[in-house]
């Protein structure tokens, strides 16, 4: 939901690894999660299902760090942005009920957004209205933590106005969904949540999915954290900030349910179904793909405070995924090809934490900014201790690990960075990209 993951430089994912495909075997994924346990790396639950019947399940970690509450298989988090797959659902159910039609414009609703009268209720949806997305903005977070009112957050959207153009390209944006949820409510005369519990929850029967309020820990919810040293809790999102756009809590048993009862017609008709699954530009209807090996599967990431999450579903196969994590300080690409090469017989490979031995009178060759002409992020390194400390433009610091003679990295995100200080250069790797900076 908000703006996620240091350094992200694109949305999705892509898990495609060479190979062959043998017997299923979860006694490595096990160790993997043993090794993430013991090295403070992950904090999470997970599951495989096929056909709608669990295969596999892990919990490692807490809930309450600081009370010592583990994490089980029925515990809740917040999923973020997976939410929007739900306040998809409630769209294609209203038009199949008469009560919206795709075509449909938002000046019917909010005449007072910049291009209402070219949006349509699709371009919502397929995140081509061109609405500026509100979690952007630098001063986001100093109001996410306190509840606001629909009113608050049509100005707030209002106030960002137009990225470009309605329906000439695509780019995600939460405000998005904020607006859809809003125009649901006003469909149906009812809020969200009741709208969640009467067309989805109770249909299903799913009894852990809901919109989320204050983590209450003794009702089995999941605080979330950042790792600096320790696991640290992280602020709470007010509810009426993300609503329909990550404002859901659920578990791993739930969100099975629900992405097998989607995809077996028990929530919206199959012609519903292939809309939200239609991908242009690398955007369905609340939904994204990623591929595997051959394969593809549906589904949507998420990532609101602390939390993370990925829900996928394979349809050729009858496979879903689930993994939700409220404290991350690995790659979580790597949890999920490490669920998926286990559920599929590849190779499972063993992390190894090894950090490089380094002497803290080491780290002034690196302390200073940095600065790129290639992306809009710049560096300035920091010495916390025996500690290097990154501080990217405009995002929250972050404390990287020694992995060798003048590389560190910060594994949450797969970013790597090589310097060169005889040169006073660093090299940056994310994602596939690579990027020179200069020192200042």
Do not use: C
């Not at 957050?153 to 939460?174: L, R, T, V």
């Not at 349809?315 to 404290?327: H, M």
């Not at 009178?361 to 025996?386: A, C, E």
Request: net charge negative; no cysteine.
């Amino acid at each position: 939901m908000k703006r996620t993951f240091l350094f992200a430089l694109a949305a999705g994912l892509t898990l495609f690894y060479p190979g062959l495909t043998k017997a299923q075997d979860f006694s490595k994924a096990d160790q993997v999660f043993d090794s993430l346990d013991f090295h403070d790396k992950y904090m999470g639950t997970v599951m495989i299902a096929k056909n709608g019947e669990k295969v596999y399940s892990r919990s490692i970690g807490f809930a309450d760090f600081e009370k010592g509450q583990k994490l089980n298989e029925n515990t809740k988090f917040r999923i973020g942005s997976i939410s929007k797959m739900f306040t998809s659902v409630l769209i294609m159910k209203a038009v199949e009920e008469g009560k919206l039609q795709l075509d449909q414009k938002l000046s019917d609703f909010y005449s007072q957004i910049p291009n209402a009268d070219k949006i349509t209720v699709d371009m919502l949806l397929n995140h081509r209205s061109g609405i500026h997305n509100f979690t952007d903005d630098e001063n986001y977070l100093s109001y996410s933590t306190e509840p606001k009112s629909e009113e608050e957050m049509i100005a707030i959207i209002q106030k960002g106005g137009s990225d470009f153009e309605p329906n000439s390209k695509a780019s995600y944006s939460n405000s998005n969904y904020i607006l859809l949820t809003f125009i649901l409510e006003k469909t149906y005369e009812s809020s969200y949540g009741e709208l969640l519990a009467k067309k989805v929850s109770q249909p299903l029967g799913l009894e852990n999915t809901e919109v989320f309020e204050s983590v209450d820990v003794s009702q089995n919810e999941a605080k979330s954290y950042a790792y600096n040293g320790t696991w640290k809790v992280e602020n709470e999102t007010h509810p009426s900030i993300p609503l329909g756009a990550g404002a859901i809590s659920s578990t791993v048993s739930d969100l099975i349910v629900f992405i097998q009862g989607l995809f077996d017609g028990k929530l919206i008709s199959e012609s519903s179904l292939a809309k939200m699954m239609e991908i242009k530009e690398g955007y369905g209807r609340g939904m994204f793909t990623f591929p595997y090996y051959d394969r593809k599967a549906y589904g949507h990431t998420g990532g609101i405070d602390g939390f993370r999450s990925l829900l996928g579903y394979f349809p050729d196969d009858q496979v879903a995924i689930v993994t939700l994590s409220n404290g991350l300080n690995w790659n979580a690409n790597e949890v999920t090809l490490t669920l998926l090469n286990a559920n599929y017989g590849n190779e499972v490979k063993i992390p190894s934490f090894q950090t490089y031995a380094l002497n803290p009178s080491d780290l002034d060759l690196y302390v200073g900014v940095y600065v790129t002409t290639q992306i809009p992020i710049n560096f300035t390194f920091v010495k916390d201790g025996d500690t290097l400390v990154a501080k990217p433009s405009g995002q929250p610091d972050t404390r990287l690990e020694p992995i060798g003679k003048h590389q560190f990295e910060f594994s949450a995100v797969g970013a790597v960075f090589i310097f060169d200080p005889e040169k006073g250069e660093l090299t940056f790797k994310q994602g596939g990209g690579t990027f020179s900076y200069k020192k200042k």
